[in-house]
């Protein structure tokens, strides 16, 4: 009798999809507008053609970008290794779905405190904060053979929820301490979206070499490696730019917040941003199992940098479409953007797709991601106090966390509501941000005036 044999195939990315990604990155970025050129050079308020002025703010922005660097590979690196690490040491699906609970509980608690904390302190020792946490579960996970799967997971989230909110409000107050225009700050938010893109391809990359052939022997490598990239941030971040302690009390605070609650366009703002971070939370939970369904095969690990290069793409797109001679309003390209990502994740949510349709669709995702950050974040310097920036973005993500713990719980204990209903809710949330943008727009002050001094 002879026997059927089923050949199964593992699908890879075509390597042209990665020439197309790098050439188009290359060719956006090195055919930048005049007009984008012209405001990345731009210098303080009170010697803007001085070609010091200009050489003092590219040290600036090149200081903080390697410290955004090096804090986005040490947030990839636990990314791509945690459940790789938590599957070799045996964890079940049932505690990892604990754990990841246990981390958005920490994160939608304590999390969400920290934002209004670092506004008081100072968002470089929050910063400071966020590379101590780094350190200690990079310390604890080398000495220790069976580290706290929750404590590792608490730490990190607390982690992640500063890095969202830290870096950005420290570059804000910085550019306005220094006297360079609020202008030149929007080089340097798609800036800070590429560069994290690119950190945490490397991330990959670094997890991949010092795992080596031998995981067994070389499973601590990603820790040393953590601690390493941990005391260099710590040292960058100390020696870099003097922080002077605030003097505002907490009552100051009370009313700020107060005022800044009234206003109706931070609702919308607050609201855009976490729709944005609840999609990509779901997205990169769900992904790897929407595209292994129904028994298909894929490599992952060639996946993954085609998505972030789809998103460093779309980060190149913001100076052409903002800065550019078009000089689009935020909120009307905002408005498409987040338009395409509902329409992007409903096919996913309802239409079963080949890998290769996935694959585009999530390129397409990322790459609108790409665009969508730097705009939120220019949005924000427009309305948003820089003395309430880190409590504002904190307390915007809080909904988000709470949303996604909620699905956490019912998909991963009670089997209530299926993957695809998850990728739905995503849709609708970013749907009606289309709509937020849409009001924003009409709400917002004309032309382009904002409380801060131009």
């Not at 009552?251 to 609702?267: E, G, L, P, Q």
């Not at 009307?332 to 096919?347: K, P, Q």
């Amino acid at each position: 009798m002879a026997l059927a044999v089923i050949e199964s195939s593992i699908w890879l990315p075509n390597i042209s999809l990665f020439v197309f990604i790098f050439v188009c990155c290359v060719f956006s970025i090195g055919l930048l507008p005049k007009a984008s050129k012209s405001s990345r050079s731009a210098g303080p308020l009170d010697n803007v053609g001085s070609s010091s002025s200009s050489s003092a703010f590219l040290r600036f922005q090149r200081k903080f970008l390697l410290i955004y660097s090096l804090a986005s590979v040490m947030e990839g690196l636990w990314a791509v290794f945690g459940e790789y690490e938590l599957s070799f040491h045996g964890v079940s699906k049932e505690e990892m779905v604990t754990s990841l609970c246990v981390g958005y509980v920490a994160a939608l608690t304590v999390g969400t405190g920290l934002g209004m904390v670092s506004d008081s302190i100072g968002h470089k020792k929050a910063c400071l904060i966020f590379c101590t946490l780094h350190l200690f579960v990079g310390l604890w996970k080398k000495t220790s053979p069976h580290p706290s799967l929750w404590m590792a997971s608490i730490c990190l989230s607390l982690a992640t929820s500063i890095f969202s909110f830290s870096f950005e409000a420290m570059l804000v107050v910085e550019n306005e301490k220094q006297g360079f225009r609020q202008d030149t700050l929007s080089d340097t938010f798609w800036l800070m979206t590429f560069f994290e893109s690119v950190s945490l391809i490397l991330s990959q990359v670094l997890a991949n070499w010092l795992l080596g052939s031998n995981v067994g022997k070389d499973m601590v490598s990603p820790s040393t490696a953590a601690i390493f990239l941990s005391v260099m941030s710590i040292i960058c971040v100390g020696n870099g730019w003097k922080e002077t302690p605030k003097a505002t009390v907490a009552k100051d605070y009370n009313v700020s917040y107060a005022h800044i609650f009234k206003d109706k366009r931070i609702w919308l703002l607050g609201f855009a941003h976490a729709s944005l971070h609840f999609s990509v939370a779901i997205f990169w939970i769900l992904w790897a199992p929407t595209v292994v369904a129904d028994g298909r095969e894929a490599h992952l690990g060639l996946v993954y940098p085609c998505l972030l290069g789809a998103r460093m793409l779309g980060s190149t797109i913001f100076p052409w479409l903002l800065t550019g001679p078009s000089s689009l309003r935020t909120e009307d390209c905002l408005i498409y953007a987040y338009i395409l990502l509902g329409i992007s994740f409903s096919v996913i949510a309802y239409d079963y797709q080949e890998i290769a349709v996935l694959v585009s669709l999530f390129c397409l995702f990322h790459a609108v991601v790409g665009l969508i950050i730097p705009s939120l974040a220019r949005l924000r310097t427009m309305h948003v106090p820089n003395e309430l920036r880190g409590g504002m973005i904190a307390l915007s993500l809080a909904p988000a966390n709470a949303g996604i713990l909620f699905l956490l719980v019912q998909r991963g204990y009670y089997q209530s509501i299926e993957n695809s209903t998850m990728i739905a809710l995503a849709s609708v949330g970013l749907f009606t941000s289309a709509g937020c943008m849409h009001l924003l727009k009409q709400w917002g002050k004309q032309p382009y005036q904002n409380w801060h001094k131009m």
